[in-house]
């Protein structure tokens, strides 16, 4: 069983930066990848970023140019780099990842397999 742990949430004021981590010992990277979601209260889960294992990386149109999503094998670890915080992006933040048996089988369909307990981001005005 893959463990996520997220780690590096917090408030900070609109304009402000927090860097998301996610340990993920264990974890074997494929091609499917990990993501990064986060969910604003009253509102349902969002898919905020993706990266493979040869560091492809998605974004939602509302994080473009201002989050980069990066991962550092050796350690296991991803991260979420959020820079020019908006009020808007205050949420939970939780890391996914997929199964590698499953994705290199071709049986993985689209819905990552492993998640973390969460992050609080909140950005203040």
């Known amino acids: 069983q893959v463990k996520l742990v997220e780690s590096g949430g917090g408030s900070v004021q609109a304009g402000g930066s927090l860097k998301l981590s996610c340990a993920a010992p264990g974890y074997i990277p494929s091609e499917c990848g990990m993501a990064w979601y986060r969910q604003a209260p009253g509102k349902e889960r969002e898919l905020v970023s993706t990266i493979t294992s040869n560091n492809s990386t998605t974004y939602v149109d509302s994080v473009k140019g201002r989050f980069t999503t990066s991962q550092d094998p050796a350690q296991h670890t991803l991260f979420l780099q959020m820079n020019s915080l908006k009020t808007e992006d205050t949420a939970v933040y939780y890391c996914?990842?997929?199964?590698?048996?499953?994705?290199?089988?071709?049986?993985?369909?689209?819905?990552?397999?492993?998640w973390g307990q969460g992050t609080q981001v909140t950005v203040s005005s």
């Open positions: 996914a990842a997929a199964d590698a048996y499953e994705c290199y089988s071709g049986s993985w369909l689209g819905e990552y397999n492993y």
